[in-house]
């Protein structure tokens, strides 16, 4: 029975693979006999046609005969080219989803690659706090050891001489030290028991505890160092071409001691080897307190780069220079300068954004940044709940060329500084010997204040920015807000009061703060109005008046021509 219906469905099965065989080979056979009647036969009965009807044509019917039949081929030609492109197409999609394809199966092998990486780096900082890793691949076991935090120093980074070999051991920075040890937990010369943790997380901000443990730096100034704003700038010019020879004009200075009572950011922009940097250098030690200069890099992307971040894995926060001068500064009495070198050499929006918003909040003991989530006791002395304040007497100075290597500055930065381009030297004088001064911080705050009250903006100015603020509105459709006119406000006295006159001070605020706008605008489209500002400036202040800013908005006529 089983073997009868094994022979019935053989001869079935066979029958229908005939069959099927006869199917497709009919297939092909009927395609191929479509293309010959389609490509051949066809042809030949058409052109067999045409020599039945040709005789009879006549010189219409030939003119007829080329247009309509030309058109028929023209369609047939235009059909076959589309299906090509449309096949071509096709190919070509599919090839771009194989390519894909294979760069997510690329993508798959990086990852697991950084998968693997990322473990190696976790064993080998393992074994710097000395830990192991063991286990499978999946299978992370970490077994903590206590170590001394300076054994944490990065490569080339010298060593602590406060914790490695005591206080005043005699350890020189660079130099190998023994261990320290200690069995209380503290760090100890001698002690030879096991390496401890000492729990702190900011090694250079204990540092500067450790620097500062008998109290604040406080400044003693005598007679000589008490002197006004005009004397101040005629001692620095005269400090800096015959101690440094660097020579500046007392405009300049006048510009950057007025900027420093407008703004905690100031930036001299322009040509290199003009003294942007060296200027703040020089100014830091004509006041004696050396500036900290930040060279800013282009990978900086984020707040991390200037302040540091806490490394969740070894529970130790990566600080840097500018972080630590930062806090060296809520020590001081005096006037402190950090100078990011070539800020935009990355976008300074980004890196420094947090410092952007947060003074421009109006309590200044909101001037605050977050450095980590909880505070612990061993954490230095002026944090408060894992925040730090940001002291009133230090200022930020961005030293900033325009090339192609640089980012173009926003709006954003330039409305909250005071920028001061540097686009040529002062001419070289002979400036007899002149010795640095002290001045504490409050003393030039009162020089500030004294002169907002000596030299406040008159009524005539105000109208007139008011009138040049309603023209701007009308014609560019640009505004200045309260920020900007309150800035000029806090300028302008001090500007005079450093021995130059008012319409001096607002030719310099509204040519930087105000016109600097103009750039980003269609100025082919707005000569006109251009013009009618000149005029309209010359109207209120006098022909002669506001030079910077009508050379500057003849600049822009020049750009726009």
Request: aromatic letters at 14%; proline letters at 3%.
């Amino acid at each position: 029975m089983i073997l009868e219906g094994f022979r019935e469905f053989t001869e079935y099965f066979m029958a229908f693979v005939e069959n099927l065989w006869k199917q497709f080979k009919s297939f092909w056979v009927d395609l191929f006999e479509l293309n010959k009647a389609l490509f051949v036969t066809n042809t030949v009965d058409n052109f067999k046609l045409i020599g039945d009807h040709a005789n009879s044509f006549n010189a219409v019917s030939w003119i007829l005969f080329v247009l309509i039949d030309g058109l028929v081929l023209l369609f047939f030609a235009l059909f076959i080219i589309k299906v090509i492109q449309i096949l071509a197409r096709w190919f070509k999609f599919r090839k771009k989803e194989v390519n894909k394809e294979d760069l997510l199966f690329e993508i798959a092998k990086l990852k697991k690659e950084i998968i693997k990486v990322t473990k190696e780096k976790d064993r080998i900082l393992s074994l710097q706090v000395g830990g192991t890793f063991s286990g499978a691949d999946d299978t992370l076991d970490y077994t903590p050891s206590l170590v001394n935090e300076n054994d944490l120093l990065s490569p080339g980074e010298s060593r602590d001489p406060l914790l490695y070999g005591g206080a005043g051991g005699g350890v020189a920075y660079g130099q190998a030290a023994a261990p320290v040890y200690a069995s209380s937990g503290e760090v100890t010369q001698g002690a030879t028991d096991k390496p401890v943790d000492t729990g702190k997380r900011f090694a250079k901000l204990e540092l500067v505890d450790e620097m500062y443990k008998d109290g604040n730096y406080v400044v003693t100034m005598n007679t000589q160092d008490m002197i006004g704003l005009p004397e101040i700038v005629n001692r620095f010019v005269n400090f800096a071409a015959s101690q440094h020879k660097l020579y500046y004009s007392k405009k300049v200075i006048s510009k950057f001691i007025a900027g420093l009572a407008t703004s905690k950011i100031i930036i001299l922009e322009g040509i290199s080897g003009t003294g942007k940097t060296s200027l703040p250098y020089c100014f830091s030690r004509f006041v004696r307190n050396q500036a900290t200069i930040v060279s800013v890099q282009p990978s900086w992307r984020d707040r991390t780069e200037i302040l540091g971040y806490l490394n969740e894995f070894t529970k130790k926060f990566n600080e840097t220079d500018f972080l630590k001068a930062l806090y060296e500064v809520s020590y001081r009495e005096d006037v402190n300068l950090i100078v990011l070198d070539e800020l935009n050499l990355a976008r300074i929006e980004y890196y420094f954004a947090e410092f952007l918003s947060v003074m421009e909040m109006p309590d200044k003991s909101e001037w605050k940044i977050d450095l980590v989530p909880t505070q612990l006791p061993s954490d230095p002395k002026h944090l408060a709940g894992g925040k730090l304040l940001i002291p009133q007497n230090c200022w930020y100075i961005g030293t900033a060329n325009r090339d192609d290597s640089t980012f173009t500055i926003t709006d954003k930065v330039y409305d909250r500084a005071v920028t001061l381009y540097l686009n040529e030297r002062a001419q070289f004088f002979d400036a007899p010997f002149t010795d640095s001064i002290n001045i504490s911080y409050n003393y030039l705050e009162n020089l500030f204040a004294d002169a907002a009250e000596k030299y406040p903006l008159s009524l005539k100015s105000l109208k007139n920015i008011d009138q040049i603020d309603i023209f701007i509105q009308d014609n560019f459709k640009v505004a200045f807000g309260n920020r900007i006119l309150k800035q000029i406000k806090l300028f302008v006295p001090v500007y005079v009061a450093c021995g130059n006159s008012e319409t001096d001070a607002l030719d310099f605020m509204i040519s930087s703060k105000i016109f600097k706008k103009f750039e980003a605008l269609n100025l082919p489209f707005l000569r006109k109005e251009l013009e009618g500002l000149i005029e309209l400036i010359q109207k209120l202040f006098g022909k002669d008046a506001f030079p910077e800013s009508v050379a500057y908005l003849k600049d822009l006529l020049k750009m726009s021509s």
